[in-house]
């Protein structure tokens, strides 16, 4: 049998600029990298909110990686400034856009290029897809999202078969080691995982799973158990 032994910091630190310097979204010269014992650090500022989570992303994509603290700022130096009512605009325009997004639950407010969205979405999905519609806009610098789900009308006992079904269905997860507890329709999820990609199609799971009203996650990335 093979052992793989763990990355050091230094392994991982140049895998993740590698990584960066691959994605064509980012600048590696942007980006400042840091890691202590696998959780990284990113410093530096780009010039889109876009930007600052496709080095996020980046970062997660590399084996070794635990955490990721996303320090970047977003900053438009040298470029036409947008206002903010020119940004409402646009996240309205995109949230109408969006077919899975249930924009008339929707509010949101831009202040010095920051939108918050608030009212009740029917899904904890619907909350996602509401962030991504809008979190490539130019001029947005960054999302609060105050969204709620509405009071979930599946009994928890019915969440947590149909999250486990799901679960099961997909070929990267293990049941014995991803435990599910579901409480007036807050999904707790715990256990390991062997990497980022793994921990995301677990919480997609969770995130489209009808009743679900929030999910906390305390899966822990582990590549080497």
Sequence with gaps: MTVVLPRTDHEIHQAVLDEILWDPRVEQTEIGVEVDKGVVTLTGTVSSYGK???AQQAAHRVTGVLDVANDVQVRYPGAPQHTDTEIATAVREALKWDVFVPHQDIQTTVINGWVTLHGVVPTWADRLDAE??????EGVRGILDNLTVAEPKVDPATIRTNLEAALER???READRIAVDVTAG???LTGR???WTEKQSILGAAEHTMGVKKIEDHL????YF
């Design 170 to 172: 997909r070929a990267d």
């Design 52 to 54: 600052k989570l496709a």
């Design 193 to 195: 995982v062997h990497n």
């Design 220 to 223: 822990r990335i582990d590549p």
């Design 132 to 137: 991504r519609a809008i979190d490539r806009l």
């Design 186 to 188: 807050t999904v707790i």
